[in-house]
């Protein structure tokens, strides 16, 4: 692991920092945000999943995020949305290849050599950053749009590697959606039955969550068609999940709306990893 | 007006009250809790319906209402759930007649003389709280169950007569439901088109809400199947109406769940009818 930049925020440290990865078969860059508190001993560590088009540097610079964190005590680690690299694969479209890796594992030609976003965060990441930084085994798991996507499926998928759990105006039902069909059919091939594990839809009524899952959804959000907030709301209170899902009034799909309701989910994480 | 009783309570006035209506046709009794800043001048005014079976005595001793209140400065209003009296239809079944008006103008016998508790609430009793008692202009309404149906149609049918909304484990989509066609075909006859202002589900997609709405439910609510939650919250969500819908968990239909989650409510309440 290299260190790209290191700066003080709010006490505590703000870093990029990159690794050869050898799941995606690339260099990976990452930022990971460490509270004043670590100093004193391993703190919670909260992942956010960014959406697509955007990099690890998006949230970190325009959500907010470190103010709240460092309030709390938790570090935040902000992944990658894709492998990059000249011999990684892309497409034309913003929301195929590059930026768009949607936190699955390809299976399919072109993508399959580097698109192994799922294993990525969930697993070879994650080994880094309990390696190299003063995190607690206590983790929890947000994002946005597609990375609200990322967090809700990796968590119901995963609910020994998560204690928390909450998304920002997530892409919610992706097998019935332009913003999923199309990327889950790249991806994982046409037979439909590889994608179910990856629609957080879907999860909420086959396997469900252990605690509680908070989801915030601006009302004014220009791709509420895309995102299906209603199926995920609808799931939710069906299988009599425990949840708070907040339509929050003239709100729309950008940072904006992720920064202002950040300290409401940094506390929502906090408080339920706290031991 | 006549009082039948008052006591001191949370440093306000925790009182019963009988009139004779004239929209019922019959002595009614309600329950007026009026908080300590009241003495200083006009307080806001909560409404709280309850549910089958239950009086204005029900919420007004067991939903802890008063100490939220005396802290937020609100009123809070506890009518009854039907008309009462020797010479009022009634039905064997709880769920019918007495205790179960559904806060609905009946138009059918033998129903139609008596159970016009929507008029009531609305009209009728409101004037003689605001003639009586010490309450400002600004109107909240919450409820739970039958009552939680009626302030979320009273409120979104009139609009103009409340500023602030919420609802306990509300009968949620009662056309669909058999606490909700019985009676309402019953009060209403069999044609389910003067049923469908009387259904929360369908008015948030007719007509929806001018400023958001909370609503809690109980995760494990023993009547579930029959309050549909997943149908309001589906509404809410497709309506992209403001709102907040919270599945808590391991919560049932009592008032053990209405007085945990009363003081969220009232604060709900007091921060939008605060001028």
Redesign the interface.
């Known amino acids: 692991m290299q260190t790209v930049s290191e700066n003080r925020s709010f006490d505590g440290v703000q870093g990029v920092y990159t690794h050869a990865s050898e799941v995606c078969s690339c260099d990976m860059t990452f930022a990971v945000y460490m509270p004043p508190q670590a100093e004193a001993g391993p703190v919670p560590c909260l992942w956010y999943l960014s959406g697509l088009t955007c990099t690890h540097e998006n949230a970190m610079t325009k959500a907010g995020l470190q103010e709240h964190a460092a309030e709390a005590g938790l570090a935040v680690v902000f992944p990658d949305t894709s492998p990059r690299g000249a011999d990684v694969a892309d497409d034309e479209a913003y929301d195929l290849g590059k930026g768009a890796g949607f936190y699955v594992n390809a299976t399919q030609a072109p993508w399959a050599p580097h698109f192994q976003m799922y294993d990525y965060v969930l697993t070879e990441l994650r080994a880094l950053v309990e390696k190299e930084f003063a995190v607690s085994d206590r983790h929890g798991i947000t994002g946005h749009s597609m990375g609200g996507h990322g967090a809700l499926t990796l968590a119901m998928n995963n609910p020994d590697r998560y204690q928390s759990l909450s998304a920002f105006a997530p892409i919610a039902h992706p097998t019935r959606s332009d913003w999923g069909r199309k990327q889950l059919g790249a991806y994982l091939g046409a037979d439909e039955t590889a994608w179910l594990r990856h629609d957080s839809t879907l999860l909420v009524r086959s396997v469900g969550w252990h605690s ?1 899952i908070l989801v915030d ?1 601006g ?2 959000d220009q791709f ?1 068609d895309l995102l299906k ?2 199926a ?3 799931a ?3 299988a ?11 709100y729309d799909h950008s940072y904006y709306f992720v920064s202002t309701f950040a300290r409401d989910h940094v506390r929502w994480h906090a408080d339920r990893l706290a031991l």
């Open positions: 509680d959804q009302s004014k509420l907030p209603e995920l709301s609808a939710l209170a069906e009599r999940v425990p949840s708070v899902f907040r339509m929050q009034p003239g």
